[in-house]
């Protein structure tokens, strides 16, 4: 029994036998902590600290189904005694729940617990959750606790950093450093140097300026990192208005690193040569290539500012281009290609090549000629004239037909044609002229996917993965390696096939020519891929999801390398990764799944009472039949498509069969959720999220949605949007049909519909839509 | 100067689709995939040429004993020396140089690597089949020093369907 608050007396026998398996807990070997504790539980069944220990075993000995168990089970019994705090802790953690987890660690601590590393364990739970308040305590008392490392004073710098209380945050970074300043070793330099940076970012970040430069500039000895210094010291000068000294350190930066276009930008603005006459600005960039005659910014930025319709345009246009073709550097056409926004710029750049082609292409290297032709079909493309790209890059191709290049253009003029299927085998055509080249394969690999031909796309992209020992291709590498890319393409091939065979179903269901056979393999298939394309969508979801949990280690590791800075950007970036362009490509394949077996439960819910037995049974025995043949096949093709080694659910059926036993719209709004804060200014996240709370018959936040969803498409100008008056008409039907709806609600939502959008109380809903339609 | 804008380089697995490639445009018979697959082999004469970095032409031959009778460009490309016949010469049985890059001295290179070859393995004669009516080739072939037989070999290309299917020999002593 544990005795008074907080003090677990190890009285009896059974906590000595407690304390044996502890260690052996410790030391990893869990069978033999489990066997001991279980001894304890014989003879005392409500020792809760054996309990709790039984439930972390329980989770090391593959019972991770009861472990859970055991941990509430002891924490009931005695939730003011800190071991079975710890435990509940520790098994929180290995379960990576860190909110519970920071829950019970913190209840240890308080409890009296004298295990000290608790406080550093729960400062990576908090940080994990992002409970910076707590944070703070936390990483102070460990401190309290360890002085005498630095880590653990950065530790506090950088809690108290991320509560944006700055000055206590330079002020501990300042105290430790009057500390250590005489022990400093060689080895030690490194931390210094980037603790110091942190320091003065934080200063700049509290809005002080020129404190941060003078510090910057007393600090200058301990600063190893000559980049980070320079940089700081220009942005700093020139945001204290400090331009001309602010341009001396910019044209240092420059002698560093001539390629980087940001420090020509920034240089301009330090000289305030932006708003001088163009010819200023060209003559400041003619003397700058001169320093710098192979870097490419001075000579193509003074193309981005000289207007289309400047005589000097022209020349300077030409000087930039014609000696890349001559040279034949494969990049020439994506070099302009950003001038082409300008559509002036863009016709000079085209009488360029056309008039280079005209006069001057007979007397040079072949090879000018197909690069020549090479940039005008690319050029023809981007005009959407794809006729006149397919000569040129036919042409090109009839010239040097070894010129890998070629055909990736191709194909991409195919593909714009819509012929996937020629596209991607033009693709493969380049791609066996050069078999070890990485971008080709990658690309011939993506064409069979947009091509539906996912057998092949795996097939050629297995060249350069992993292939284990037994598997048929490199398709399990691709998930082990996190090849999100490979992966989504995939999932959207197989939607594309399921979808396929869906219409082909129901085309086949209205023609009346009823063919069981043929009906039921359209439904298998139809089964199949939308299982298969579930799972690959759900595979990329649980790699952001160790892409977050992988932040874990780094809460302790960064601050003991001293590397504050860049720990504090990977927090950052961890909070923003749910709108990663392809995590958001996955959700949006994702949620139009899920709204269709919506609908599909919806179906079954109705048919249901309809669904006579007799003709399950009839199905039954057909099925067995055919199903001895099937095995093999089947087996086949899950050597093809698994995602690991024994996956239980290779081909998905169990993804879906969840799914439609569960309530699917609240799974998805588990999903889309983190877009609510991250990402606000995402079309998807409303679209998504409109959807979801008609469903739902949340009303007042399907408004808001259509409202947000309003501010990011008209991007605040005055126009209106088809998308929306069709989703004010939606919600308000909805509204209308729904007789369950609470009054008060009701009239909120009408309310709030006549204000946001003024016009849908005045006219009829079809005057609306016809006001509501570009 | 800076380094040769034409150079020759090895076959490999990865670059063998460039081989296929230049001879398919090229030159109107057909190789088979087994001949490809075996100029990957070690004891091959074969090199493919560069032009700026891009590949634009290749060579592959082998050595013969000039004794056998040859009747056709199918039994040719069968047949594989036995390792009891001491050959006497080496036989060209693919040479291509992309259109546009004709004229640039490319050819000559590989020429010049077999003449180099029938050095290293003790042989003076090198030896083609021309398609007659390629005067192209065979005006190349006798600019570089080869010499026409006076006989046509009757029917020589036949199977491979195409027009006045006979050819010439050529050969260079070296």
Not at chain 1, 36 to 44: D, G, I, R, W
Not at chain 1, 375 to 394: E, G, P, R, V
Request: charge should be neutral; proline fraction near 3%.
């Amino acid at each position: 029994m544990a005795g008074k608050k907080g003090t677990p007396i190890f009285s009896s026998r059974e906590d000595a036998n407690f304390r044996e398996a502890l260690k052996l807990f410790d030391s990893k070997q869990y069978k033999k902590a489990l066997k001991l504790v279980e001894a304890n539980l014989k003879k005392n069944s409500s020792h809760s600290e054996s309990i709790a220990l039984k439930g972390c075993c329980y989770y090391h000995t593959g019972n991770q189904d009861e472990a859970e168990a055991y941990i509430l089970k002891a924490v009931q019994k005695s939730p003011e005694n800190y071991l079975v705090d710890h435990l509940a802790g520790i098994y929180y953690r290995s379960v990576e729940n860190y909110e519970e987890a920071a829950k019970w660690l913190k209840q240890s601590n308080d409890n009296g617990s004298p295990n000290k590393p608790i406080l550093r364990d729960l400062s990576f739970m908090q940080t994990q959750i992002r409970d910076y308040k707590n944070l703070k305590d936390s990483r102070q008392q460990y401190l309290e606790n360890q002085p005498g490392f630095r880590a653990n004073w950065t530790g506090v710098a950088v809690a108290l950093h991320l509560n944006k209380e700055y000055s206590n945050a330079v002020s501990t970074l300042v105290k430790i450093e009057g500390i250590i300043k005489d022990y400093l070793t060689e080895a030690d330099r490194y931390e210094q140097s980037e603790c110091v940076l942190y320091k003065n970012s934080i200063i700049a970040e509290s809005g002080d300026i020129s404190k941060a430069l003078e510090t910057l500039e007393s600090d200058k000895d301990e600063i190893r990192d000559g980049l980070s210094f320079l940089e700081y010291k220009a942005k700093y000068l020139l945001m204290l208005g400090k331009n001309q000294e602010a341009s001396v350190e910019y044209r240092k930066l420059l002698q560093r690193n001539p390629d980087n276009v940001g420090y020509y930008n920034l240089l301009e603005v330090s000289l305030g040569s932006i708003s001088k006459p163009i010819d200023t600005r060209i003559k400041l960039y003619n003397r700058l290539s001169k320093f710098y005659p192979k870097s490419d910014p001075p000579k193509f930025l003074p193309l981005t500012f000289v207007p289309g319709s400047h005589e000097s345009f022209k020349d300077l246009a030409k000087a930039y281009i014609l000696p890349q073709l001559r040279r034949g550097v494969p990049a020439t056409f994506v070099n302009v290609k950003p001038l082409y926004k300008n559509h002036k710029k863009l016709k000079a750049i085209e009488s360029i090549v056309l008039e280079f082609f005209e006069n001057d292409i007979k007397q040079l290297d072949p090879t000018v000629f197909v690069w020549t032709k090479y940039f005008l079909a690319q050029h023809y493309l981007y005009l959407n004239d794809l006729k006149s790209a397919s000569t040129h890059i036919d042409d090109a191709i009839n010239h040097s037909p070894t010129l890998v290049e070629l055909y990736i253009i191709k194909a991409k003029i195919l593909k714009h044609q819509k012929e996937y299927i020629k596209a991607s085998e033009i693709m493969n055509e380049g791609r066996e002229l050069d078999l070890q080249d990485r971008f080709i394969n990658t690309k011939a690999t993506k064409y069979y996917f947009r091509a539906n031909k996912v057998d092949e796309a795996i097939e050629c992209i297995s060249l350069f993965t992993k292939i284990e020992d037994g598997s048929v291709n490199g398709n399990k590498d691709l998930h082990l390696m996190q090849a999100n890319w490979a992966l989504v393409e995939t999932a959207e091939a197989y939607t594309r096939l399921y979808h396929e065979y869906q219409s082909k179903l129901s085309e086949l269901k209205e023609s009346e020519e009823s063919n069981e056979e043929v009906e039921k393999e359209l439904g298998e298939n139809i089964e199949l891929y939308r299982g298969l394309a579930l799972k690959r969508y759900n595979w990329i979801i649980k790699i952001f999801k160790t892409y977050y949990n992988d932040q874990y280690d780094f809460h302790s590791y960064c601050m003991r390398r001293g590397t504050p800075r860049d720990y504090i950007e990977t927090l950052k970036w961890e909070d923003k990764i749910h709108t990663t362009p392809i995590y958001i490509r996955v959700l949006k394949g994702l949620s139009n799944i899920y709204f269709e077996l919506y609908n599909e439960q919806l179906l079954a819910k109705a048919e249901e009472e309809d669904d006579s037995s007799a003709t399950k049974k009839q199905k039954n025995k057909k099925q067995k039949k055919v199903k001895a043949q099937a095995n093999k096949k089947r087996s086949e093709l899950i050597a093809k498509v698994e995602a690991e080694k024994d996956d239980t659910d290779p081909l998905g059926q169990k993804v879906v069969s969840d799914l439609l036993d569960s309530d699917i719209i609240e799974s998805l709004f588990v999903l889309i959720k983190p877009l609510i804060d991250e990402g606000k200014d995402l079309r998807l996240t409303w679209e998504v999220l409109f959807k979801i709370y008609l469903i739902q018959g949340k009303y007042v936040l399907a408004l808001q949605a259509i409202k947000n969803l309003n501010r990011i498409l008209s991007r605040n100008e005055p126009i209106k949007l088809a998308s929306i008056g069709t989703r004010v008409i939606e919600l308000s039907d909805t509204l209308a049909k729904d007789n369950n709806v609470n009054v008060a609600i009701a009239k909120v939502v009408e309310k709030g519909i006549n204000s946001a959008f003024p016009e849908f109380e005045q006219l009829s809903k079809s005057e609306f839509l016809q006001i509501y339609s570009k | 100067m800076a380094r040769d804008i034409i150079s020759l380089d090895d076959l490999t697995v990865n670059n063998v689709g460039v081989f296929k490639k230049i001879n398919q445009v090229v030159l109107p018979t057909t190789y088979s995939e087994e001949w490809y697959k075996e100029s990957l082999e070690a004891d091959q004469i074969v090199k493919l040429a560069f032009y700026s970095e891009l590949p634009v032409g290749a060579v592959k031959a082998k050595t013969i004993n000039s004794s056998h009778k040859i009747v056709s460009y199918e039994n040719m490309q069968q047949q594989q020396i036995n390792s009891k016949i001491i050959p006497n010469a080496i036989y060209i049985e693919s040479l291509a140089v992309l259109k546009a890059y004709r004229g640039l001295g490319i050819g000559k290179k590989l020429l010049q690597f077999i003449i180099e070859q029938s050095k290293t393995r003790f042989v003076h004669e090198i030896l083609l089949h021309v398609h007659v009516d390629n005067t192209e080739s065979i005006e190349w072939y006798e600019k570089q020093g080869f010499t026409k037989s006076q006989d046509i070999i009757k029917d020589y290309y036949k199977a491979q369907g195409l027009e006045n299917p006979d050819a010439y020999i050529l050969s260079l002593t070296v």
